[in-house]
Protein backbone atom coordinates (compact mmCIF):
# COMPACT_ATOMS: atom_id res chain seq x y z
CA UNK A 1 0.00 0.00 0.00
CA UNK A 2 1.18 3.40 -0.57
CA UNK A 3 1.19 6.08 1.92
CA UNK A 4 -1.33 8.47 1.81
CA UNK A 5 1.12 11.80 1.62
CA UNK A 6 2.48 9.44 -2.15
CA UNK A 7 -1.13 8.62 -3.21
CA UNK A 8 -2.42 12.02 -2.81
CA UNK A 9 0.89 13.82 -4.93
CA UNK A 10 0.38 11.20 -7.61
CA UNK A 11 -3.76 11.60 -7.71
CA UNK A 12 -2.70 15.74 -8.01
CA UNK A 13 -0.01 15.06 -10.76
CA UNK A 14 -2.42 12.49 -13.03
CA UNK A 15 -5.98 14.36 -12.29
CA UNK A 16 -8.13 15.57 -15.65
CA UNK A 17 -10.03 18.06 -13.16
CA UNK A 18 -9.85 20.01 -9.89
CA UNK A 19 -12.17 16.82 -7.64
CA UNK A 20 -11.36 13.72 -9.98
CA UNK A 21 -9.55 10.96 -8.12
CA UNK A 22 -11.60 7.75 -10.38
CA UNK A 23 -10.52 8.50 -13.89
CA UNK A 24 -8.36 6.07 -15.53
CA UNK A 25 -5.68 8.06 -15.59
CA UNK A 26 -5.23 8.81 -12.11
CA UNK A 27 -6.39 4.90 -11.52
CA UNK A 28 -3.58 3.59 -13.62
CA UNK A 29 -1.29 5.95 -11.90
CA UNK A 30 -1.61 4.53 -8.60
CA UNK A 31 -1.46 1.03 -9.65
CA UNK A 32 2.02 1.91 -11.45
CA UNK A 33 3.34 3.50 -7.91
CA UNK A 34 1.97 0.37 -6.43
CA UNK A 35 3.68 -1.94 -9.14
CA UNK A 36 7.05 -0.45 -8.69
CA UNK A 37 6.92 -0.27 -4.78
CA UNK A 38 5.70 -3.75 -4.72
CA UNK A 39 8.31 -5.17 -7.52
CA UNK A 40 10.99 -3.60 -5.38
CA UNK A 41 9.97 -5.64 -2.09
CA UNK A 42 9.73 -8.80 -4.38
CA UNK A 43 13.50 -8.50 -5.47
CA UNK A 44 14.38 -8.48 -1.80
CA UNK A 45 12.15 -11.46 -0.89
CA UNK A 46 12.24 -13.72 -3.70
CA UNK A 47 10.43 -16.29 -2.46
CA UNK A 48 6.62 -14.00 -1.40
CA UNK A 49 4.57 -15.77 -3.85
CA UNK A 50 1.53 -14.17 -2.38
CA UNK A 51 2.64 -10.78 -2.75
CA UNK A 52 3.66 -12.02 -6.54
CA UNK A 53 0.15 -12.93 -7.46
CA UNK A 54 -0.93 -9.44 -5.98
CA UNK A 55 0.97 -8.11 -8.02
CA UNK A 56 0.24 -9.71 -11.22
CA UNK A 57 -3.75 -9.00 -10.58
CA UNK A 58 -2.17 -4.97 -10.14
CA UNK A 59 -0.28 -5.54 -13.77
CA UNK A 60 -3.48 -7.11 -15.56
CA UNK A 61 -5.88 -4.69 -13.58
CA UNK A 62 -3.18 -1.72 -15.11
CA UNK A 63 -3.39 -2.90 -18.56
CA UNK A 64 -7.34 -3.25 -18.91
CA UNK A 65 -7.47 0.22 -17.69
CA UNK A 66 -4.73 1.46 -20.19
CA UNK A 67 -6.93 -0.86 -22.95
CA UNK A 68 -9.97 1.12 -21.96
CA UNK A 69 -8.67 4.52 -22.38
CA UNK A 70 -6.85 3.60 -25.90
CA UNK A 71 -10.30 2.56 -27.07
CA UNK A 72 -12.05 5.60 -25.96
CA UNK A 73 -9.28 8.35 -26.17
CA UNK A 74 -6.43 7.02 -28.26
CA UNK A 75 -4.53 11.04 -27.58
CA UNK A 76 -5.28 10.58 -23.47
CA UNK A 77 -3.51 7.09 -24.20
CA UNK A 78 -0.46 8.06 -25.69
CA UNK A 79 -0.07 11.24 -22.65
CA UNK A 80 -0.38 8.86 -20.04
CA UNK A 81 1.49 6.00 -21.87
CA UNK A 82 4.58 8.46 -21.95
CA UNK A 83 4.19 9.83 -18.62
CA UNK A 84 3.87 6.59 -16.59
CA UNK A 85 7.17 5.83 -18.93
CA UNK A 86 5.26 2.39 -20.43
CA UNK A 87 5.88 0.85 -23.16
CA UNK A 88 3.00 -0.12 -25.69
Known amino acids: MLKKQKKSKVIE ?3 VHGTDTGSPEVQAAILTAQIKK ?4 L ?18 KRKK ?3 YLSKEDPER ?10 KK
Do not use: C, P
Open 38 to 41: LTLH
Open 77 to 86: HKKLLKKLEL
Open 65 to 67: LVD
Open 13 to 15: EFQ
Open 43 to 60: KKHAKDNHSRFGLLKMVA
